[in-house]
């Protein structure tokens, strides 16, 4: 599950118009970073437009296999909206 956190008028969501939000870990120290889901269910946001989500607003996601301990992450990639 991803919840999503607070929106403001000026930002507080990621923009998707370039992909939907990944989550990301690294299985070593300074391996590289390994895209284990995306959340497909976010809506299609901008910059400028929050879609109407709330801080109520949660994601059900699927994550691949991974090592069963990573020593970074998990991480969500993808620019953040700003204003």
């Given at each position: 599950m991803f919840a999503h956190g607070r929106t403001f008028?000026?930002?507080?969501?990621f923009d998707t118009?370039?992909?939907?939000?990944?989550i990301q870990v690294r299985t070593e120290p300074s391996g590289p970073w390994q895209t284990v889901s995306t959340l497909t269910a976010y809506?299609?946001?901008?910059?400028t437009d929050d879609a109407g989500l709330t801080h109520t607003?949660?994601?059900?996601?699927?994550?691949?296999?991974?090592a069963p301990e990573f020593a970074a992450g998990p991480d969500v990639t993808l620019a953040p909206a700003a204003a």
């Open positions: 008028h000026d930002g507080g969501w118009s370039g992909g939907k939000p990944q809506p299609n946001t901008t910059a607003s949660i994601f059900e996601l699927e994550v691949d296999d991974v």
